[in-house]
Every structure is written in structure tokens, then in C-alpha cells.
């Protein structure tokens, strides 16, 4: 299980699954059974995260064979959107998280990322979130 901290934007969690979902392919692994859990403090990052709708241009912007394995284009009035596929869909969960709260995700998480959030935070506040990612990282 993956922890995406504060990174909803641009599609973020998604392509962090596909990327290790496209790593395992061309090393020739099995499919990683894999979960995301993507946090954001901005509802509306989370709402759109969740919703796994997309439009065309930003999609388009990836490798066309990227795009046929995890996205379907809507038809007729929605053609200008895409839709992640539901199996990648149902693997990324999404949440509201205030890094400063106490209501930090709990579990065990084999990876943990943090991209671009820190510049917010004062040095004790930084260190205090570094404590809490490396206490839920697998041993
Ligand atoms: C500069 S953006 C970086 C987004 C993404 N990680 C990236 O690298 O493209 C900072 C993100 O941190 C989120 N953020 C800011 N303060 C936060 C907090 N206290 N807790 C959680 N997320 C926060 C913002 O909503 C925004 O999505």
C-alpha cells in the first residue's frame, strides 16, 4: 500500500499507480497488488481525485499506449473527457488530510510520498510529519 501525501494535482495518485503498475510490466513481474491511498487539506482536489474524470487535453498529453490501458474516452457530449479504467480506479482510495492534524493515516504503508508540501510547514511541524510518515512505513 502507497501513501500520496497532499499531491491530488494533475492527476498525481494515477500516475503514480500506473507508473508502478507499468515498472512491474516491463521488468516482466506479476501485477503488483497494488493500493493508493492519495491525501489532499483541498476539498475539491480530493472530489476531483475521486471522481477519476479528466479532460482530453491533459490525457492526451500522455503515451497514447498509457492511455488506452488505464483510460476510456467518454462518447457523444462527453468526448472531450476521460474516465480512469475501474480497475485502476478501484485501487486508489482518496482522502481530506491535514498534514498538521492529528488525524494522520493510520497503517502500514510500503511507500511514502511527500512531493512539494514541506516549503509550507515550519521546521518543527516538518519534523513532527517526518516522525509519522517513517512510524507507518512497513519495516
Ligand atoms: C505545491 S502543491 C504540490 C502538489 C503536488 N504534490 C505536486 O508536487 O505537484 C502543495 C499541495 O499541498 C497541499 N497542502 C497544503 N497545505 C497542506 C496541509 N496542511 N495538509 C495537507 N496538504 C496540504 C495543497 O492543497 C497542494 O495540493
Redesign the pocket.
Known sequence: MILD??????L?SDRIAIALLEGAREKGLREPQLEILG????PV?VAEAQRGIYPAEQIEALSPVIVARYFDRGSGEIANLYRIKDWIWQRCQFRI?????ENYPDGAFDGIL????F???KRDEVSRIASRMREGLVP
Open positions: 501525501l497532499a499531491d491530488l494535482v494533475d498525481q491525501t489532499d487539506i483541498d482536489a488530510q491535514n498534514l498538521l492534524s511527500a512531493r512539494n508540501v516549503i509550507y510547514f
